[in-house]
DNA sequence: CCTACCGATCGGTAGG
DNA sequence: CCTACCGATCGGTAGG
């Protein structure tokens, strides 16, 4: 692995674990193994390193998630989707905790990259749930953004803080791990609240 | 208002702005119109008013919550609880977003809280839904305490993040605000994926 | 990629 | 509640 790549890794796990603030640009040094001014001839600011690891989240998301979603698209298997929105949150913590970190530490920029990444993609599941519920296979009372937005969100925030709630939700031998349990009361919380009664049993 | 009082509202509201890191004595000093060491003559520390921010918050909380979740205990009324609850976060985004930061920036002693001051409450509310669920109340496939933990998660984490999200969840006219659209779907979100059909429906 | 070094700001203290 | 001041650390630069 190159040193630019290393150097992103530590700063991607340590933005995600303290914070931007809460790291100095000295300790992503240390962890890489060279001295601060060599990390910021690789990067020429702290704030252009942040830049690049936000930058390279946004290309995992853009490689990962138009197929996903495309694929609900035209299937109309929702479910699947948030399934799949999901298990992309859960199978990299630090990736949850870094966006919730950016939303809350830098509101403006995040609704610029909304705006840009993920607005048409809402949309486009807003439009499909629109249809859906024309056709009776959706509850009538569901709000399709706001729905979506709420999904994600729990998603994002549950995983991000997963770790945190086993004191509240431990590992039951019946029900599995605090991580199974957390994924799975998720689905069964997104799915039950959408579809009409006699689709969503299966 | 006092001194140590108004210390305490805008540390609160940088806290929840900025976070700890991101918010130096001074800020705070500078916002309540004093120096910086006669702040720290009424907190020793910065550690120590962030403690007195968060003490004051679960302070409220304390106040507010036992005679919201006794009435749901002896009413059977979930719903009404999660509604409450979602309501004692949207009346106020800043303690939404702190307790947020505070699980990310310092997970070990919000474990810690979380074991004081939430797992009793979530335990008494799990043992309800268990017994709801042996009446055939609520689905079957509920996992009591997974299902309260991402309805708190969804109320806070949602609320925390909502003004941001205005570019994906717009002000509609037929719908209402942004805030509006949240509430209403997180509070429809929670109560149709917890009982069961014939009960749901009201 | 390093050594050496910079001004600015950090949390905090002495003393009144 | 203030002025004056402290050592440590911050992000960043010069020069090799």
Same mark, same amino acid.
């Given at each position: 692995?190159?040193? &630019? !790549? /290393?150097?992103?890794?530590? *700063?991607?796990?340590?933005?995600? /674990?303290?914070?931007?603030?809460?790291?100095?640009?000295?300790?992503? *040094?240390?962890?890489?193994?060279?001295? @601060?001014?060599?990390?910021?001839?690789? =990067? @020429?600011? @702290? %704030?252009?390193?942040?830049?690049?690891?936000? +930058?390279?989240?946004? #290309?995992?998301?853009?490689?990962?998630?138009?197929?996903?979603?495309?694929?609900?698209?035209?299937?109309?298997?929702?479910? #699947? $989707?948030?399934?799949?929105? $999901?298990? =992309? =949150?859960?199978? %990299?913590?630090?990736? +949850? &905790?870094? =966006?919730?970190?950016?939303?809350?530490? &830098?509101?403006?920029?995040?609704? *610029?990259?909304? !705006?840009?990444?993920?607005?048409?993609?809402?949309?486009?599941?807003?439009?499909?749930?629109? &249809?859906?519920? /024309?056709?009776?296979?959706?509850?009538?009372?569901?709000?399709?953004? +706001?729905?979506?937005?709420?999904?994600?969100?729990?998603?994002? *925030?549950? $995983?991000?803080?997963? %770790?945190?709630?086993?004191?509240?939700?431990?590992?039951?031998?019946?029900?599995?791990?605090?991580?199974?349990?957390? +994924?799975?009361?998720?689905?069964?919380?997104?799915?039950?609240?959408?579809? $009409?009664? %006699? /689709?969503?049993? @299966?």
């Amino acid at each position: 692995m190159g040193v &630019r !790549a /290393e150097i992103l890794t530590h *700063a991607t796990r340590l933005f995600a /674990e303290q914070g931007y603030d809460g790291t100095s640009v000295q300790e992503i *040094a240390d962890a890489v193994g060279i001295r @601060k001014p060599s990390l910021l001839y690789h =990067f @020429k600011s @702290k %704030d252009e390193l942040r830049e690049n690891v936000i +930058a390279e989240m946004l #290309a995992h998301w853009n490689a990962v998630l138009p197929g996903l979603l495309l694929k609900a698209s035209t299937e109309e298997r929702f479910d #699947a $989707t948030m399934e799949a929105l $999901t298990e =992309f =949150f859960i199978e %990299d913590p630090d990736r +949850a &905790r870094l =966006f919730l970190r950016e939303t809350l530490d &830098r509101p403006e920029r995040m609704r *610029a990259m909304l !705006a840009d990444f993920v607005t048409p993609w809402v949309d486009l599941l807003s439009a499909q749930l629109e &249809r859906a519920k /024309e056709q009776c296979l959706v509850q009538q009372d569901v709000d399709p953004q +706001a729905y979506v937005v709420e999904v994600i969100t729990m998603a994002v *925030a549950g $995983t991000a803080v997963i %770790d945190t709630m086993n004191v509240i939700l431990p590992d039951d031998p019946a029900r599995g791990g605090t991580r199974t349990r957390h +994924a799975r009361e998720l689905i069964r919380v997104a799915r039950s609240s959408l579809y $009409t009664n %006699d /689709e969503g049993e @299966k």
